[in-house]
Nanobody, 121 residues
C-alpha cells in the first residue's frame, strides 16, 4: 500500500527557514501532481504549493516569494523550502499527491500524516 512519509517539521524563530520533505513509501506506477497543504488551529486546510510531474508550480499568494516547492520524480519525493517564516505560517503541513498505485488503477489522492511547523520566538 502506498503511503506518503513526511519529515522536517519543528520549531523555528520568525525569519528563519525550514525544509519539509515527503516521499512515497513504495514505488507506485505513477505519481502525478504533488504538493503541500496546511491547516492552522480553527482554520480550514489550504493549499500552500503544488508541482506537476513536469515541474510546473502553483504557489499560494500568502507564501509566494518565501516558499519554494520542488520534486525528484525518480525518487517520488517532494520538498517545501520555507524561508522568511512568520508566526502566521504556524500550522500542520500535509503532503499530498495524486497517485496511480499500480497499472490499470485509477489516480487517487494520497495524504501524508502531517508535520507540525511552529514559528515562534
Amino acid at each position: 500500500q502506498v503511503q506518503l512519509v513526511e519529515s522536517g517539521g519543528g520549531l523555528v524563530q520568525p525569519g528563519g527557514s525550514l525544509t519539509l520533505s515527503c516521499r512515497t513509501s513504495i514505488r507506485p506506477f505513477r505519481v502525478n501532481d504533488m504538493g503541500w497543504y496546511r491547516q492552522a488551529p480553527g482554520k480550514q486546510r489550504e493549499l500552500v504549493a503544488r508541482i506537476t510531474a513536469g515541474g510546473r508550480t502553483n504557489v499560494a499568494d500568502s507564501v509566494r516569494g518565501r516558499f519554494i516547492t520542488s520534486r525528484h520524480n525518480g525518487e517520488n519525493t517532494v520538498w517545501l523550502q520555507m524561508n522568511s517564516l512568520k508566526a502566521e505560517d504556524t500550522a500542520v503541513y500535509y503532503c499530498h499527491a495524486q497517485i496511480v498505485p499500480q497499472w490499470g488503477a485509477e489516480s487517487g489522492p494520497y495524504w501524508g500524516q502531517g508535520t507540525q511547523v511552529t514559528v515562534s520566538s
